[in-house]
């Protein structure tokens, strides 16, 4: 396994590709009402993206098991769709959760992240399902630091999720991130044989995907779209990371603003 750290021109590079992300995902929550198809966000990603001189990462891509390419831009999944859910005719409903996935490279350098968010109303234990996956990520942010091993902080992830009552995906995990989509390391969301330290400089696309009932997922016929075994909701947070020497700096985040 080769973990390349970038270096500083490489690292605003990715800042960049970040920031498009960022925007792309703000904008998507912004219009994901009642009423809008999922293909309608795909087609305001890709103005976005097209906009600030970035292309989607997820168009074109490969089937793992050598079925059709990945026909969206994007990846739009709702209630009990985990991931890779396909953009189309398909409304968006008063109490969806509605998980985005966006991957874009821009001036030879990627950027990856996920939101789920909510549509209206939804129960209070949908609520703290969301709630519980974004904190996952809080959990890189303060305990991801170079020197550390990785399953330090997976097995943060994992009891912070089992404590809730909810149960970490397995079947899938995030990511080394750079030039490429892909790349070295494999980042589980669980303490595994898939462990590695920690570099400063290096960057990791970290996504908890995280179901309200069993872990178990499945393929559905379209041949991308994974669901939950149980039908039951899971949501999607990721964010595009470097690690510094005291802590995971997020790429894919809109600057906070300050008062004053």
């Known amino acids: ?54 292309r989607s990462l997820f168009r074109g891509q490969p089937h793992p098991r050598g079925g059709r390419k990945y026909p969206g831009n994007i990846c739009v999944s709702l209630n009990e769709e985990l991931v890779h859910g396909i953009p189309g005719p398909r409304k968006i409903a008063e109490g969806d959760i509605v998980s985005v996935d966006v991957g874009v490279e821009k001036d030879g350098w990627c950027g990856d992240a996920a939101r789920t968010f909510a549509v209206g109303r939804v129960p209070e234990r949908v609520q703290q399902l969301l709630a519980k996956t974004a904190e996952a990520l809080e959990i890189v942010v303060r305990e991801a630091r170079a020197g550390v091993f990785w399953s330090a902080v997976a097995g943060q992830i994992e009891n912070l999720v089992n404590r809730a009552g909810f149960s970490v995906v397995t079947d899938y995990v995030g990511h080394g991130i750079g030039r490429e989509m892909w790349e070295e390391p494999r980042v589980p969301n669980y303490v595994s044989r898939d462990d590695f330290v920690l570099i400063e400089n290096m960057t990791l696309a970290v996504e908890p995907m995280v179901n309200m009932g069993r872990r178990q997922v499945r393929e559905t016929d379209d041949g991308w779209t994974v669901v939950t075994a149980d039908s039951k909701p899971s949501a999607h947070f990721e964010d595009t990371f470097l690690i510094h020497r005291d802590g995971a700096e997020p790429l894919t985040r809109l600057p906070q603003a300050t008062e004053g």
Do not use: F, Y
């Open 1 to 54: 396994m080769t973990i390349r750290a970038k270096n500083p021109e490489e690292i605003e590079k990715m800042r960049a590709a970040g920031r498009v992300v960022a925007e792309v995902l703000a904008r998507l929550q912004e219009i994901g009402r009642p009423g809008v198809t999922t293909a309608e966000l795909d087609a305001e990603a890709v103005r976005v993206m097209t906009e600030r001189g970035a």
